[in-house]
């Protein structure tokens, strides 16, 4: 199914040292993945080491491309700033960050961007989320995909936000770095005297956000979709896929107090929102994406208090 992936992750969530494990090993030898002793140098079974290689894709923290030596791995622009200012990934901006190009990497990661860009459900259960990514799946290609697949995704994908009491071997024990964001909850709920699982998606708080991640999403989004403009619309930016709206699970208060503590903490680079009209129009610093995800990173290895900066703009 061209440019839409499914269950590439060999079934293995992220795992809590993983990506930190990933990160190492690519520096070190951009041909890691490729070569047979992988399992011996990385500490994993091969079937891990396939996951892990998968992971470090679909997060954007390397790529890979095919060389006379083989397939190579390099670190990208936001892998190397992980790399260089938080390798254990220690900042909750860090973890927005994985989450944010996990669920916008619709090629690598094709369930997580549909889940969070698409279905944005309340309450769900397996069954729920399956059906109606099928169909969705369906819409995009005449090329029918197995549930089987999409389930698989489904269970990761719920592992990868929702910590589980069953595990099975100590491996399983270890936690996805990803649940400490809250996105997704379990909740008890009975029927016909049968417990279901059903999962809830979080709505999240301002203060669980860096609010330099929720411009550099802006601007990113921005570039992308409407590249010679500063203004775009508050509608677009809770609504439009792999949006700030979308991605972090965010709805308009959560957005304004945001706005209000850019505002306060770097005045030089506030989103000004303007009501007129019926029409709700933000409009955006003249800087980069990639300016503002690299001050967040200088700025939060200089001090431990990552809200006081001083990024000068031209």
Same mark, same amino acid.
């Given at each position: 199914?061209?440019?839409?992936?499914?269950?590439?992750?060999?079934?293995? *969530?992220?795992?809590?040292?993983?990506?930190?494990?990933?990160?190492?090993?690519?520096?070190?030898?951009?041909?890691?993945?490729?070569?047979?002793?992988?399992?011996?140098?990385?500490?994993?079974?091969?079937?891990?080491?396939?996951?892990?290689? *998968?992971?470090?894709?679909?997060?954007?923290?390397?790529?890979?491309?095919?060389?006379?030596?083989?397939?190579?791995?390099?670190?990208?622009?936001?892998?190397?700033?992980?790399?260089?200012?938080?390798?254990?990934?220690?900042?909750?901006?860090?973890?927005?960050?994985?989450?944010?190009?996990?669920?916008?990497?619709?090629?690598?990661?094709?369930?997580? *961007?549909?889940?969070?860009?698409?279905?944005?459900?309340?309450?769900?259960?397996?069954?729920?989320?399956?059906?109606?990514?099928?169909?969705?799946?369906?819409?995009?290609?005449?090329?029918?995909?197995?549930?089987?697949?999409? @389930?698989?995704?489904?269970?990761?994908?719920?592992?990868?936000?929702?910590?589980?009491?069953?595990?099975?071997?100590?491996?399983?024990?270890?936690?996805?770095?990803?649940?400490?964001?809250?996105?997704?909850?379990?909740?008890?709920?009975?029927?016909?005297?049968?417990?279901?699982?059903?999962?809830?998606?979080?709505?999240?708080?301002?203060?669980?956000?860096?609010?330099?991640?929720?411009?550099?999403?802006?601007?990113?989004?921005?570039?992308?979709?409407?590249?010679?403009?500063?203004?775009?619309?508050?509608?677009?930016?809770?609504?439009?896929?792999?949006? @700030?709206?979308?991605?972090?699970?965010?709805?308009?208060?959560?957005?304004?107090?945001?706005?209000?503590?850019?505002?306060?903490?770097?005045?030089?680079? @506030?989103?000004?929102?303007?009501?007129?009209?019926?029409?709700?129009?933000?409009?955006?610093?003249?800087?980069? @994406?990639?300016?503002?995800?690299?001050?967040? *990173?200088?700025?939060?290895?200089?001090?431990?208090?990552?809200?006081?900066?001083?990024?000068?703009?031209?």
């Amino acid at each position: 199914m061209a440019g839409l992936t499914f269950a590439k992750h060999e079934t293995f *969530y992220i795992r809590d040292g993983w990506l930190y494990k990933g990160i190492q090993a690519v520096q070190s030898d951009p041909l890691i993945f490729a070569r047979e002793e992988a399992p011996q140098i990385l500490g994993l079974g091969k079937n891990m080491v396939r996951s892990l290689r *998968y992971w470090m894709l679909a997060t954007q923290l390397t790529d890979e491309k095919m060389t006379k030596s083989g397939k190579e791995q390099r670190l990208t622009e936001f892998g190397q700033l992980v790399a260089d200012y938080d390798p254990y990934q220690e900042l909750d901006g860090t973890l927005w960050l994985i989450h944010y190009h996990l669920v916008t990497n619709r090629e690598e990661a094709t369930t997580w *961007y549909w889940f969070f860009n698409h279905f944005v459900p309340i309450n769900f259960t397996r069954h729920d989320f399956v059906e109606r990514l099928a169909q969705w799946v369906n819409i995009q290609s005449e090329e029918l995909k197995s549930n089987q697949s999409l @389930a698989k995704d489904f269970d990761c994908l719920v592992r990868t936000y929702v910590s589980s009491s069953r595990e099975r071997s100590p491996e399983d024990a270890l936690v996805s770095p990803l649940v400490s964001l809250g996105l997704i909850a379990e909740i008890d709920h009975q029927e016909d005297d049968a417990r279901v699982r059903h999962f809830r998606l979080n709505p999240i708080k301002a203060n669980s956000i860096h609010p330099l991640v929720f411009l550099y999403i802006l601007l990113k989004r921005q570039k992308a979709e409407r590249a010679n403009a500063r203004q775009v619309s508050l509608t677009d930016v809770l609504r439009e896929p792999m949006n @700030a709206g979308r991605a972090l699970n965010i709805g308009v208060q959560t957005l304004e107090e945001l706005l209000l503590s850019l505002e306060e903490t770097s005045p030089e680079l @506030a989103v000004h929102l303007t009501r007129t009209g019926g029409l709700d129009q933000l409009t955006l610093p003249s800087l980069s @994406a990639e300016e503002v995800l690299r001050e967040f *990173y200088q700025r939060s290895h200089a001090s431990e208090d990552v809200k006081v900066w001083s990024f000068q703009t031209n």
